[in-house]
């Protein structure tokens, strides 16, 4: 067996012992990225404080979403208040739980501003906004309510600049290229 086969089912085995491979495995599977970037989908589905909802949804982009949400960009550092469950704090030397029941919902305050509520609809996009809007959000800093405001303290000149696919794995859009017609 060659070593990206070997990988691949390595991958698989995890993904169907956590209990997020169903029958469709081998689909999603095909679209996975490159070996070095696999890690992060394992570490992603390991660190959601929340169940993912794969369903009907590319497993792939579901996993990087959660893992840039939850450790490469942190959203949920500033947008879950508090950001520890009772008896969960690593900072008082308890074992690290996230406060699941405010996860994303906002209201950390940073002076005179609060962190936005950013829960997920029922499609998986934060605070329901589009993949055009949430773009617009993250390159150009403006506030998805149409006031014109540049967002303070939300470091978007930072997440601005991750990928296009990044993005799309946030909101777990796939790529346009790759979405079947009809």
Same mark, same amino acid.
């Given at each position: 067996?060659?070593?990206?086969?070997?990988? #691949? =089912? $390595? +991958?698989?085995?995890?993904?169907?012992?956590?209990?997020?491979?169903? !029958?469709? %495995?081998?689909?999603?599977?095909?679209?996975?990225?490159?070996?070095?970037?696999?890690?992060?989908?394992?570490?992603?589905?390991?660190?959601?404080?929340?169940?993912?909802?794969?369903?009907?949804?590319? #497993? =792939? $982009? +579901?996993?990087?979403?959660?893992?840039?949400?939850?450790?490469?960009? !942190?959203? %949920?550092?500033?947008?879950?208040?508090?950001?520890?469950?009772?008896?969960?704090?690593?900072?008082?030397?308890?074992?690290?739980?996230?406060?699941?029941?405010?996860?994303?919902?906002?209201?950390?305050?940073?002076?005179?501003?609060?962190?936005?509520?950013?829960?997920?609809?029922?499609?998986?996009?934060?605070?329901?906004?589009?993949?055009?809007?949430?773009?617009?959000?993250?390159?150009?800093?403006?506030?998805?309510?149409?006031?014109?405001?540049?967002?303070?303290?939300?470091?978007?000149?930072?997440?601005?600049?991750?990928?296009?696919?990044?993005?799309?794995?946030?909101?777990?859009?796939?790529?346009?290229?790759?979405?079947?017609?009809?």
């Amino acid at each position: 067996m060659n070593r990206h086969v070997t990988a #691949r =089912v $390595l +991958v698989l085995a995890f993904f169907a012992a956590a209990g997020v491979a169903g !029958a469709e %495995s081998a689909d999603w599977m095909r679209d996975a990225p490159e070996p070095w970037e696999r890690s992060r989908l394992q570490i992603g589905y390991a660190i959601a404080p929340v169940p993912l909802d794969t369903r009907g949804k590319n #497993r =792939v $982009l +579901v996993g990087l979403g959660s893992y840039i949400v939850n450790a490469q960009s !942190a959203c %949920s550092d500033c947008h879950t208040h508090p950001n520890y469950a009772p008896g969960g704090d690593p900072f008082q030397g308890q074992p690290e739980v996230i406060n699941g029941n405010g996860y994303l919902a906002g209201g950390r305050q940073f002076g005179p501003f609060t962190s936005a509520n950013i829960t997920p609809d029922a499609h998986g996009r934060p605070a329901g906004l589009t993949f055009d809007q949430f773009k617009d959000v993250l390159r150009t800093g403006h506030d998805p309510d149409g006031s014109g405001r540049i967002l303070q303290v939300m470091p978007w000149p930072v997440f601005g600049k991750l990928t296009e696919r990044d993005l799309r794995a946030v909101l777990r859009i796939p790529p346009r290229c790759s979405v079947a017609p009809g």
